[in-house]
């Protein structure tokens, strides 16, 4: 089968590797047809983590059920599934709670948590940018969808990551009706935070960045955007709300957050929250923050490298807010967004920018990561299948 195997820093190839197969008898094979590009991927892509060449990318799955091992009970083959990036047994002391982003069976290593497809430090398992891709515990991991499946494929892809994390960003950050909400980063993550507190009926929401086709997809569904290479959010939040600040904020960006003039500082969307967030705020951080970036001394420093990020930790304290951290438990939203999606209430594929065929992995991954204007999101389609609105 093809796939797009990372091939070192800056190198994606699409090449022929074996095909994925049942190798237990809870797995499923799901013949891919839309998988998408994630900011995450970037960070692998750079050759920023622990990423090994020869492995295939891709964490953001929905296609086909084409075989399904002997244990197997719910999915059948024929069947349309959405595959969240997180891979859970659903038996451990961590699946048992719902948090399946901390699975203890699917990380081999003991000190660690948490498993995904095509990941660093997450696991040995293959990713979706292929044709094929080894689901474990398929009942378990496996999100069926209705009839709208196929032609509604740019929506429904979006439950693997992005829009159950943006909606985990508001879930930490206790978004409610008539919130004031300021969302840091109109990347796709934070545009899915975004759209997640209109959803949810917040009052105001800002999307703060400083990449103008960004903000104006935030603008397009009703955030207000603060252009950061302009204006400083906390300043413009505070004199929208008498000085108080926002009720709560989202850390959408990680550590690779920079200013408008490409100068990376891991502290930088973090400051922003604790400066622009009121007196006992919530602020939910879903951005990537790694324990150890090998490639970021160059780009920060020292300690940024191993992880540290010099935050405004004093403030935060005498403001007596509350952070939420960590990666989202896909299965703990997807059903509820799915139904959302199914019930027209929800059209999460307004981020897409590009749908591309697997071969062209390579050049899309070049402008994604360039951060060429108008490579918002790209959506691949491995079976050749575009439902191709956008080229
Ligand atoms: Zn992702
Ligand atoms: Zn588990």
Redesign the pocket.
């Known amino acids: 089968m093809k796939a797009a195997v990372y091939e070192g820093p800056r190198t994606v190839t699409v090449k022929d590797v074996p095909d994925a197969k049942i190798e237990h008898p809870c797995d499923i094979i799901v013949k891919i047809t839309t998988t ?1 590009i ?4 970037l960070h692998m892509y750079e050759g920023r983590t622990s990423f090994e060449s020869g492995r295939t990318l891709g ?2 799955n929905m296609g086909q059920v084409v075989e399904v091992g002997s244990a197997v009970r719910k999915v059948q083959v024929g069947e349309y599934v959405v595959l969240p ?1 997180n891979i859970a047994c659903g038996f451990c002391k961590q699946c048992e709670q719902g948090l399946t982003n901390y699975c203890l069976t699917m990380q081999p290593e003991p000190d660690l948590a948490g498993a995904a497809y095509g990941f660093a430090d997450m696991g040995p398992y293959q990713g979706g940018q292929a044709e094929l891709l080894r689901v474990p515990y398929g009942d378990f991991n496996a999100l069926r969808l209705g009839e709208d499946a196929a032609e509604r494929q740019t929506d429904y892809v979006m439950l693997a ?2 829009f159950p ?1 943006g909606y985990h960003a508001t879930e930490m950050a206790h978004v409610k009706p008539g919130d004031q909400t300021i969302v840091f980063g109109a990347g796709p993550v934070g545009l899915m935070a975004t759209y997640s507190a209109l959803l949810k009926g917040a009052g105001r929401v800002w999307t703060a960045d400083h990449q103008p086709d960004r903000l104006r997809k935030a603008e397009e569904i009703g955030a207000i955007p603060i252009n950061t290479a302009e204006q400083n959010p906390a300043e413009v939040v505070k004199e929208a709300t008498l000085g108080l600040g926002a009720d709560n904020g989202c850390e959408c960006v990680g550590y690779q957050a920079h200013d408008p003039e490409g100068h990376e500082d891991a502290s930088l969307t973090l400051n922003g929250l604790i400066d622009s967030v009121r007196f006992t705020g919530d602020i939910g951080v879903v951005g990537v923050f790694l324990p150890q970036d090998p490639g970021g001394a160059e780009a920060q420093g020292e300690m940024e490298a191993q992880g540290k990020v010099p935050i405004d930790f004093g403030m935060m304290w005498f403001k007596g807010q509350h952070m939420g951290t960590g990666q989202a438990p896909v299965k703990k939203y997807n059903r509820a967004l799915r139904d959302l999606i199914a019930g027209g209430k929800a059209e999460p594929s307004f981020v897409v920018s590009h749908e591309l065929s697997l071969d062209e992995a390579p050049t899309a991954y070049e402008h994604f990561d360039a951060r060429d204007d108008g490579w918002t999101k790209v959506v691949l389609h491995p079976d050749g299948h575009g439902n191709g609105h956008k080229q």
């Open positions: 998408n994630c900011g995450s991927d964490h953001e990036f990551d992005i994390t």
